[in-house]
């Protein structure tokens, strides 16, 4: 949060801080706030956070992530039983208003965007050769496409990809009636026959 | 139903007992006392000039800030929440609960009595530095009653699924277990490691132990209170609940020992008058604006001569320069943070995992346990709430704050919805209390694996239950080392025994005397 910061945030914030250092006795003073708690669990100014298994907003896409928080609200995603890490965001975005979205969204547009460290190695040469499926919509070097409502790969952390891909092709993402491009990946993510060719494919989507 | 044990149930029960000796040779640690029962004596050199970062404001943050402050250091504290304590958290009127997708505010009474511990609530004897500074801070201290004898156990495999009072469950549990050890000793296997003389003196015990008869056998025992009379008339025993229907409960375990774990339970725990976080408020007030809240730290680099942080406040990005940095920030929050550890420090950091703890608590309308004669204590409740804690203060006042359930370990509540929570405190509590849902007034409840800017409770290191492996006892050891003589790791991640206030603040002592040792043997 560099620029983008609303009146109204500055002065509660400045009141909670007082009022936090009231005389003693004075004590469980009401906090008010904001929805901008991605930090929290994506890592400061957005960087992802394996522990949390949060994965980097900075970076990503407004468009796509206007619409992923939209579909964590809607119960689009993030409600499947075995979506771990969905049910886990689900909460967050649930009860969000499109203002709320909105600012999220700026605010996200505010971070700096540092490429992910490279966690997964798999074997590039054949990830590159399965990549060729991924390419047609998430172009040549994984960089998005937002008219075919691609997002980004490359950049992102990979263990995210991972678990992602993994969730598409076990249908615990994209699963739903009205995730259209979700389950457009449901269908793709089957071009990748087995965990050790979804390993290759990340692996490769490291070196774009 | 049958209420005495033969001997051939026993040994099935008991399967083998090849320990005895083994345990019989421990006795020579008995007189000893946990390191813990002495409180640390600070004497830190005073008027350093340094400047120290410290991050977080948790009790190991405060304890550090303290002692430094005390020393004459100049301390600057970056708390990411709205409030200071991290799970040193108390909820009353007002209270915001911060948990991301269940924001909650408390609207109970506005009334001193009525607060619930949602985080650390009982206080130990032997926790001598959490008394310490109790003492040091004029923190008023209360007797926390940690087992009433009249509260319930309740399991829907035993008894029909209707409470028993704890005292007829312990009670008729250590009468079996006399009857069956003392039948067991005329076993040759066991009376070997004996002498005639302690095998006598063993049995005179568990006679008494288990209110057996002059045949050695349980037969009932006043102690669980009389079926009737017992005043003006003579009071008759109970019924014996079979010893095959106490162990259908599962949670009998739980409720044997709430009085005799000497790292944290016992008959006599306290508690601040007024809540926990009076010690938090205690510190925080005498260190005033030295904390900087809403903060959130957003960048650790260690450098040869200090320690860089920058932190966010009010939408601008600050920067920190100071000589030392003590950091309490949980570990899976860190590694969301950029910084520049070494290698084998960020990897023990990541290592260790985020525990899951739920606690919920409402307002009861009346003070209903007192009409069941409770005062206090525990309810065990074999169902994910697991337990019902029943104030001890406020003796016969109106209201009263429960604590409805307190799974550590978290069940799946984290991704229940609020209203879900509810029903399922209410819908277990009923059996215990049939006025349960009548006397519940605004239930709060807080899962601390989505608490902002903490997504954890205490801290899990050991991956095996078993204990600690050798890679895990080094990358502790990695963890308490300051890195490049500058960073220290504190807070009850970077100790042995999670969960624990007194375990936080020996970890701030910790970091506290090598900071000493490294400030005194600096060339003046």
Known sequence: ?208 | MTNSVSRREFLNLLGAYGGTSAVLQAGAALGFMPSSSQAAEIALQANSGKKVAILGTGISALTTAWELTKAGYDCTLLEASHRPGGRMFTVRSGTVIDEIGNYQRCEWDNDPHLYFNAGAARIPSIHSNVLKYCKELEVELQVFVNESKTAWVQDDAMNGGKPVRNTDYSSSMQGFISEMLSKALGDSQLDSSLTESESETLLGMLRRFGDLNEDMLYKGSTRAGYGSGGFLDHGTKKDVVALRDLLKARNGGSVMVTTQEGTGSGPLLMQPVGGMDRIIYAFANRLGDRIKFRAPVTEVMVKDDGVEVAYEQNGVTEVLKADYCFNCIPSHLMSGIPNNFPDDYSEALNYIRRGRAYKAAFQAKERFWEKENIYGGITWVNAPIQQIWYPPHNIHGKKGVVLAAYNFGGANYTEMSQQDRIEDLLKHGEKVHPNYREMAQKPMTIAWHRMNHMLGCAPRWARDRGGWSDKEEQMYETLRQPVNGRHYLIGDQSTQHSAWMESAIQSAHYALADLDQRVRSEPV
């Open chain 1, 1 to 208: 949060m560099k620029k983008f910061v609303t009146a109204t945030t500055l002065i509660l914030s400045a009141l909670c801080s007082m009022a936090s250092l009231a005389a003693e006795g004075d004590v469980g003073v009401a906090a008010a706030m904001d929805d901008r708690y991605c930090t929290t669990c994506h890592g400061a100014e957005g960087i992802g956070n394996i522990a949390i298994e949060a994965p980097r907003l900075a970076g990503m896409e407004a468009w796509y992530l206007k619409r992923q928080l939209e579909n964590f609200r809607a119960g689009i995603r993030g409600t499947h039983g075995e979506d771990i890490q969905g049910i886990a965001m689900r909460p967050m975005a649930a009860k969000l208003s499109d203002e709320s979205i909105a600012d999220i969204v700026d605010w996200v547009g505010d971070w700096e965007y540092v490429a992910a460290e490279a966690t997964v190695e798999g074997n590039v040469r054949q990830g590159r050769t399965a990549f060729q499926a991924c390419a047609a919509c998430h172009g040549a070097n994984a960089q998005g496409n937002e008219a075919l409502g691609a997002p980004a790969l490359a950049g992102q952390n990979d263990w995210y990809l991972l678990t992602q891909l993994r969730n598409f092709r076990a249908g615990f993402r994209g699963s739903h009636q009205e995730d259209t491009f979700g389950s457009q990946m449901v269908t793709m993510s089957k071009t990748l026959t087995d965990d050790q060719a979804v390993i290759n494919v990340v692996s490769y989507i490291n070196t774009l």
